[in-house]
């Protein structure tokens, strides 16, 4: 049976939003996962940033610490409220939106996203990221983590179907990006990507080559 894309991604923010709760405990059990996140130093993160899908921050405040400014957009106001909590800078806000429907009222000198981009359809992958270079301003970087092929062995990350505490079921969509793979994919979108694997993850800077399609 064929699902439909858009009842999936609706079903997908519906997950996140009722995880939002149970979400941090992956932070506190993987260490491999905070170990990543302390690398937000090494990243070229600089100037006014958008973080697309922010979670529940655990990447906002280091990322806030390198930048002049940060919004941080998500589409679960669950997750939005622990981010708010957790992140008090001065320099950053909060935004509700969904992504694969809005447009940035501005640009930045950086975009960053973790583990998102293997939530984007293939389907909506050229309009995703046209989204992400009209955020862009001239010489910005699209800067970006997410799971690898080498976490495909595990089932809690690699499965379209997730559970919670409570039983409850959501489909959502999962993509594991091999980096070769989507640097040509990128590349035939208009940028210039290095990917990098780093253990179970992968991370990504990407430069758009062109001015983007309106
Ligand atoms: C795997 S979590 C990543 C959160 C955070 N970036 C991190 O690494 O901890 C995916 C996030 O995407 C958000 N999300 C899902 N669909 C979205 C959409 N259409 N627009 C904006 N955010 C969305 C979820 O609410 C969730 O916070």
């Given at each position: 049976?064929?699902?439909?894309?858009?009842?999936?991604?609706?079903?997908?923010?519906?997950?996140?939003?009722?995880?939002?709760?149970?979400?941090d405990?992956?932070?506190?059990?993987?260490?491999?996962?905070?170990?990543?996140?302390?690398?937000?130093g090494?990243?070229p993160?600089?100037?006014?940033?958008?973080?697309?899908?922010?979670?529940?921050?655990?990447?906002?405040?280091?990322?806030?610490?390198?930048?002049?400014?940060l919004?941080?957009?998500?589409?679960?106001?669950?997750?939005?409220?622990?981010?708010?909590?957790?992140?008090?800078?001065?320099?950053?806000?909060?935004?509700?939106?969904?992504?694969?429907?809005?447009?940035?009222?501005?640009?930045?000198?950086?975009?960053?996203?973790?583990?998102?981009?293997?939530?984007?359809?293939?389907?909506?992958?050229?309009?995703?990221?046209?989204?992400?270079?009209?955020?862009?301003?001239?010489?910005?970087?699209?800067?970006?983590?997410?799971?690898?092929?080498?976490?495909?062995?595990?089932?809690?990350?690699?499965?379209?179907?997730?559970?919670?505490?409570?039983?409850?079921?959501?489909?959502?969509?999962?993509?594991?990006?091999?980096?070769?793979?989507?640097?040509?994919?990128?590349a035939?979108?208009?940028?210039?990507?290095?990917?990098?694997?780093?253990?179970?993850?992968?991370?990504?800077?990407?430069?758009?080559?062109?001015?983007?399609?309106?």
């Amino acid at each position: 049976m064929e699902i439909d894309e858009d009842s999936l991604l609706a079903e997908q923010i519906s997950y996140y939003r009722a995880r939002a709760p149970e979400y941090d405990r992956v932070y506190a059990e993987r260490e491999d996962l905070r170990k990543l996140v302390a690398l937000a130093g090494d990243l070229p993160v600089a100037g006014d940033v958008l973080e697309l899908a922010c979670g529940t921050g655990q990447w906002t405040g280091p990322l806030a610490a390198r930048a002049r400014s940060l919004t941080a957009v998500d589409a679960s106001p669950e997750v939005l409220g622990i981010a708010r909590a957790r992140v008090t800078s001065s320099n950053v806000r909060f935004d509700r939106a969904d992504v694969f429907r809005w447009q940035p009222p501005r640009r930045y000198d950086t975009v960053f996203f973790a583990f998102f981009l293997s939530h984007v359809p293939p389907s909506r992958l050229g309009d995703f990221w046209n989204t992400v270079a009209a955020a862009l301003a001239p010489g910005g970087k699209a800067v970006f983590v997410d799971e690898g092929p080498a976490a495909a062995a595990r089932e809690e990350v690699a499965s379209d179907v997730r559970r919670l505490d409570d039983g409850s079921q959501y489909r959502i969509v999962k993509v594991l990006h091999e980096p070769a793979e989507l640097t040509g994919e990128l590349a035939a979108l208009g940028w210039l990507a290095d990917i990098r694997p780093r253990g179970e993850f992968i991370i990504g800077i990407a430069e758009p080559r062109s001015v983007p399609v309106a």
